[in-house]
């Protein structure tokens, strides 16, 4: 096959040897999609038949579809948490996987409030380096010269312990970061980043985030792309260089590192590249102390040609701030992942964030899908395989991976757009049960009604209780910050809770709150303090007539437990009487798993 016939693209052939070997096998797995599942499900159940989990259910060797389907059930966290337990506590036998286990990678999502451990083998690492192999030989075909300058990322670790049998549990990025795979990996001259390992290894996100910034402003015209993992880490970046951009202009003025920087394998590194730059402090300082800042990643990084972030999603909230900061740069998203196993890519990642959709990489996992009815919310008990998935149709994403997940519900519901070859290409709809998030928090309806039941006890001396409440995830801020609306019934208005215990209130929703939740407001300052507004009373009738007056029935009305509608918060934000924010931190440490 040609080079430059393998995937087509205004841009012509690929933009080197290297390029075309990536590009042909990702043809390769995409027409073939079908066989290569059957491959990778025969190698799993191969693989790992003489676990404990495997054996339970008599599967008697047998690596075929149709024994696996009748023989294996469909799970949830929930349902294999006990193995996950033991070990973690240390149990080294074969339970779910032949192949140790060696970590655990923490997911964004929660089991009983705290962060779910995934578990995972040292060849998971290989597979995932290889899809991430992919991402810039695609991305050559839609924007060349990329190999002309450097990506400012913006890239952090997080905070991993040890479970009580002594394995690593930590977030998958971490573990990647931390990686051989990623800290010696070879120069490719179209991947190349502005910040330095020790810089993106610092575990101080403040001494992380300012050297990242510094030595992007050093590198400010070789930048051709910005990025961060979510949208909201990169407006966290230009919210730091708003708060933070007088020093970092004192430093590049005078060649000297800032003594809020300890870190002594970053002072070594930035003591070999800064130099004084007077010019460079003098522009950096003309346009952030401009009021309007309006296009400033474009000002200050003039070369910039895209920014590379998530905005599917709840991350496409940001999108208008991207906008605004960016003068409209394209956004692309290039790859979809998470803790439990790397999916696949965006084939076509200048597209409009609307229109992103990920090609599943068939090599990855076993994949099926339980179709999803969007209007009525129910999932069918039938899965469907990979290749027979419809256009159009929703489905909820099970998988079945090398580390020994089988037939595991990831909880993320999926839009068929269309197919390469035989995969089919996906839109993320949403994660099923997420009513709020602003970064890689996910809080669902249970979580937050408890977060209100506790709450509402310090109102209970007061005669005083919550009728209604709605929320939504307020992204106008950076960072962004979930707002409540409470309604409130005093029974003796003389008495009533002071702007003091409203206060309280709102961390003591905060402490109610998820573990992910209190850790990105407590260690990584992802997100702000939770606000309470309190509103008029009669303020959730009103919105009940809206809703009748927009067709609702009133005799299936529910309050929605969470809002984005314009007008609705127009009319929430009109009747509101008091104001109130956590005044400090929710508790969080990263203890010892249990």
Sequence with gaps: MAVDSVISSPLGPPACEKDAKSLRFIEEMTRNADAVQERVLAEILTRNAHTEYLKRFELAA???????????????????QPEIQRI????????????????????????????????????ELD????????????????????DKGKGLYFLFVKSETRTPGGLLARPVLTSYYKSDHFKTRPYDPYNVYTSPNEAILCPDSFQSMYTQMLCGLIERNHVLRLGAVFASGLLRAIRFLQLNWPELARDIRSGTLTSRISDPAIRGYMEKVLKPDPVLAQFVTQQCSKENWEGIITRIWPNTKYLDVIVTGAMAQYIPT?????????????????????????????????????????????????????????????????????VGKEYELVITTYAGLYRYRVGDI???????????????????????SIDSDKTDESELQKGIENASKLLAEFNTSVVEYTSYADTTTIPGHYVIYWELLSKDSANSPSHEVLNRCCLEMEESLNSVYRQCRVADHSIGPLEIRVVKNGTFEELMDYAISRGASINQYKVPRCVNFTPIMELLDSRVVSVHFSKDLPHWTPERRR
């Design 414 to 436: 999926l839009r068929v757009t269309g197919f390469h070859n035989s995969a089919p290409q996906f839109h993320f709809v949403r994660r099923k049960n997420v009513l709020l």
């Design 322 to 390: 991207l906008n605004y900061y960016s003068g409209g740069l394209p956004l692309a998203c290039t790859m979809y992942a998470s803790s439990e196993c790397y999916f696949g890519l965006n084939l076509n990642p200048m597209c409009k964030p609307s229109e992103v959709s990920y090609t599943i990489m068939p090599n990855m996992a076993y994949f099926e899908f339980l179709l999803h009815d969007p209007d009525s919310g129910s999932i069918s008990s039938e899965l469907v395989d990979l290749v027979d998935v419809e």
């Design 88 to 123: 973690a506590n240390g149990d080294r036998s074969p339970i779910l996987s032949a192949h140790p286990i060696s970590e655990f990678l923490t997911s964004s999502g929660t089991s009983a409030g705290e962060r779910k451990l995934m578990p995972t083998t040292k060849e």
């Design 127 to 146: 597979r995932r380096q290889l899809l991430y192999s992919l991402l810039m030989p695609v991305m050559n075909l839609y924007v060349p010269g990329l």
């Design 62 to 80: 047998a690596a075929d579809r149709e024994t696996f389907k009748s023989k294996i059930p469909v799970i949830t966290y929930e349902d294999v």
